[in-house]
């Protein structure tokens, strides 16, 4: 298997601009995570799906944010419009074994990461 | 929410056991601690994981104390490629599948 395969790498935007970051998570796994990585905030769950459905987007940090997953093979991440603040690494992370009864990620797999730089 | 503390940085010799400390003195008795570890410029990956006893496997070992407020993950024979930021996070069971993630320990490999 591949992995989680996230594009684009890098991407670089100037402030205003939409951004869609894109994730393929491994084939099989039915919860997909969002994470966002900052050197100040470290890293930050913004939003997780089960199913393709989205179970907790809490950590979303505003409306310009916004997720989809159309497919079990297919999420994104939409920032519109862009601010600088929103330089980040942003993280997709899949699982297939999730626990029981409210408790235990188990073992998540994570991307190489998008690195957003907004000008 | 709970909370753990980590040294920010450790060194080791090459072929040498490491041990990475983690507090967690607020835990409470349904976290489950997990283990991550970063190398640069990659993502997070999965190193172990438990709730009150210890556990090996093939990465590492994670050894928790019978209070639960501390734990160590140990790594047996350290090589060059084990240099990551190692990450000790608390998982609340009813926290909607929310890890918290500390600083981690950037752990150094000497040759």
């Known amino acids: 298997d591949a992995g989680v395969i996230q594009s684009p790498r890098h991407e670089v935007t100037e402030m205003g601009q939409e951004v869609t970051l894109r994730c393929k998570p491994i084939?099989?796994?039915?919860?997909l995570f969002w994470y966002r990585q900052t050197m100040m905030r470290g890293l930050e769950l913004l939003i997780y799906?089960?199913?393709?459905?989205?179970?907790?987007d809490s950590g979303m940090p505003e409306d310009r944010f916004s997720a989809k997953m159309p497919n079990a093979s297919f999420s994104t991440l939409k920032i519109q419009p862009s601010e600088p603040r929103d330089s980040a690494v942003y993280f997709c992370?899949?699982?297939?074994?999730?626990?029981?009864?409210?408790?235990?990620?188990?073992?998540?797999?994570f991307g190489e990461g998008s690195r957003l730089t907004v000008l | 929410d709970a909370k753990t503390t980590q040294p920010n940085s450790m060194e080791s010799n090459e072929e040498e056991p490491v041990h990475l400390p983690c507090n967690h003195s607020t835990i409470s008795g349904t976290d489950y601690i997990h283990w991550y570890r970063q190398l640069p410029s990659q993502g997070p990956e999965y190193v172990i994981h438990g709730l009150t006893s210890n556990v090996n496997n093939r990465m590492a070992s994670l050894a928790i104390a019978e209070d639960r407020k501390s734990s160590t993950l140990i790594l047996h024979r350290a090589t060059l490629r084990d240099a990551a930021v190692y990450y000790c996070i608390l998982e609340p069971m009813d926290s909607n599948y929310q890890l918290i993630w500390g600083a981690g320990t950037k752990l150094i490999i000497k040759p």
């Open positions: 084939s099989g796994h039915d919860y």
């Open positions: 799906f089960n199913n393709n459905v989205p179970i907790d």
């Open positions: 992370a899949s699982s297939g074994i999730v626990g029981l009864a409210g408790g235990n990620t188990g073992e998540l797999f």
